[in-house]
């Protein structure tokens, strides 16, 4: 009996002292990489508007950019190890996002919109949706984690109502989600052969779009 209550005893004063760590070590890296978020929020919706519009990026743009994805790196690799498998990913997920060089607005734009049945808008409409899910998705990921129970996390759960599987990878609803995430939020992360394979389903698609 003694044995079995020391034992609850280690296993209550362990989970006191992670609950503790939580709070005082990983909550406040945590809010800097939100800091960094919110501000590339902002950069990312210019970005996307000047997109649409065929402007210029400034030219301190990519250095923000690059700023901005330094404090994201420091701040994760010194929590990764505390954090759960889920958030983990999405977390890595959002930092490949932030690391993802933005390309000439002007010709991204015309690339969009050379494609028939697609146009910049729509796509531009696509990643900001997307883009807003993974924001929203990490959220909610850290109120579950810093949640003090003893019940189940519900990561995975979560994970599914945003539309991501299990390696936190965003699932396409539709064609313009395949063009949102191949040629502006992962496109540094698709090769020619991806490629190729997406215009050949974007020409299925404008002839279906035709036939209809």
Avoid at 124 to 151: A, G, H, N, P, W
Avoid at 159 to 166: A, G, K, Q, S, T
Avoid at 178 to 197: C, M, P, T, V
Wanted: charged share 30%.
């Amino acid at each position: 009996m003694k044995s079995k209550i020391d034992s609850e005893n280690r296993l209550h004063t362990s989970q006191i002292e992670y609950e503790s760590y939580k709070r005082e070590r990983v909550l406040p890296k945590l809010e800097n990489i939100n800091v960094a978020l919110i501000e590339h929020q902002m950069y990312f919706s210019s970005y996307l508007h000047v997109i649409l519009n065929r402007g210029r990026l400034h030219d301190d743009d990519e250095a923000e950019r690059l700023n901005l994805d330094g404090l994201i790196l420091e701040n994760k690799n010194k929590i990764l190890f505390y954090l759960p498998r889920e958030l983990r990913l999405l977390l890595n997920k959002l930092r490949v996002i932030v690391s993802v060089s933005w390309k000439d607005p002007a010709l991204l734009n015309s690339t969009l919109n050379s494609y028939d049945g697609v146009n910049a808008k729509e796509v531009c409409e696509s990643v900001q949706k997307i883009y807003i899910d993974y924001i929203e998705c990490f959220y909610e990921l850290i109120e579950e984690y810093m949640k003090i129970s003893t019940e189940e996390k519900k990561y995975h759960d979560i994970l599914i109502r945003y539309n991501f599987d299990e390696s936190v990878n965003y699932k396409p609803n539709n064609i313009i989600d395949k063009i949102a995430i191949a040629y502006i939020l992962f496109h540094e992360y698709h090769g020619s052969e991806d490629f190729s394979k997406l215009e050949v389903e974007i020409q299925e698609y404008a002839n279906m779009s035709e036939n209809n």
